[in-house]
């Protein structure tokens, strides 16, 4: 029976069918069942063998699962479980906001990377670990930012030590290529932080001040998975990362003054050719045998999410 299941599914494969109108990739319901492999760059590229994060687990919840970006290479959703148990052993709940589309490839609304189930964005502020939010919350609650932008600091009325040991145990893992958080976070850390070997990890960059963005290496199985350019040796705290925190006050204090362009919205154009077979290819399982645990929540109607 397996033997016939995987032959069927080569065939079809081999014979992929006309592509679909649009942009797809957010329109697939379900993975491409496969060995897992990332195909291509962050920024284009899609997944074969995506699994699925459980919506709730031990020390997590799922955010925005109306979504359906709770997909990721195993190593990601093995990490993010991982992550949660650590959250919980110290008494907190990790919230996930995106991983990826059941197939990767360009998502719409404001995500350039996220492309082949290799990132994830997690919430810095944590529940306490015994409280699981309902349905409509998971829609509904704004992430709190964790900065004050036109003071170049951290918002302590929000942060948590807990936070931190969180972002640390994310950056010491080593599957973990980079972590991206808010400049203005990223400083506060070089400015505390007396254990220096876990912040080269941590990148400054634009947002990221109420979440923070794991980008994990390519696995050892991906031989179509696009390494990112290595960054400079060292932790970071160097004066590009102060000018960067005096641009973003700079901004916060003129807001209408536009400091820098937004990233233009992800394209299909640069996608490795491999993934127009995955997103076009049919799997012999339907969404319902590959996302069981998931049955409570998915599938949602597919929406936007505010920017
Ligand atoms: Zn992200």
């Keep these: 029976m397996k033997v016939r299941l995987s032959l069927a599914l080569s065939l079809l494969l081999l014979a992929p069918l006309p592509a679909r109108a649009g942009n797809g990739w957010s329109t697939v319901a379900y993975p491409l069942t496969g060995r897992p492999e990332s195909i291509g760059s ?20 799922a955010m925005r699962v109306s979504r359906n970006r709770y997909y990721g290479h195993p190593m990601l959703i093995r990490f993010v479980e991982r992550l949660g148990r650590y959250a919980g052993a110290q008494g ?9 589309q059941p197939r990767g490839g360009p998502m719409p609304g404001g995500h350039v990377s996220h492309q082949v189930g290799l990132d994830a964005d997690i919430w810095f502020m944590q529940p306490p670990r015994g409280r699981v ?62 254990d220096r070997r876990w912040l080269s990890k941590v990148r400054p960059w634009w947002g990221h001040d109420a979440h923070f963005h794991v980008r994990l ?3 050892p199985d991906s031989g179509q998975c696009q390494s990112q350019k290595p960054f400079p040796p060292g932790d970071g705290c160097d004066p590009d990362l102060n000018n960067w925190v005096r641009d973003i006050v700079q ?25 127009y077979s995955v997103l076009n290819s049919q799997t012999a399982w339907r969404q319902q045998d590959s996302v069981k645990p998931n049955q409570a929540y998915a599938p949602y109607p597919a929406s936007e999410p505010p920017n």
């Design 251 to 275: 901004a916060a204090l003129a807001p209408k003054k536009p400091s820098h362009k937004k990233p233009r919205p992800p394209s299909t154009e640069n996608l490795p050719a491999a993934c």
């Design 133 to 194: 939010l309902n349905r409509q919350d998971i829609e509904a609650f704004g992430a709190p930012s964790m900065i004050v932008a036109t003071e170049g600091a951290l918002n302590h009325a929000n942060w948590s030590p807990r936070y931190r040991d969180t972002l640390k145990q994310a950056a010491l893992s080593p599957e973990v290529d980079r972590i991206f958080v808010n400049a203005i976070i990223k400083k506060a850390l070089c400015d505390s932080e007396t």
């Design 92 to 100: 907190g709940r990790l919230l996930v906001g995106d991983l990826a």
């Design 217 to 219: 290496a390519c696995p």
């Design 42 to 61: 962050t920024s284009g590229g899609c997944i074969v063998g995506a699994a699925t994060l459980p919506l709730v687990g031990d020390g997590y919840q």
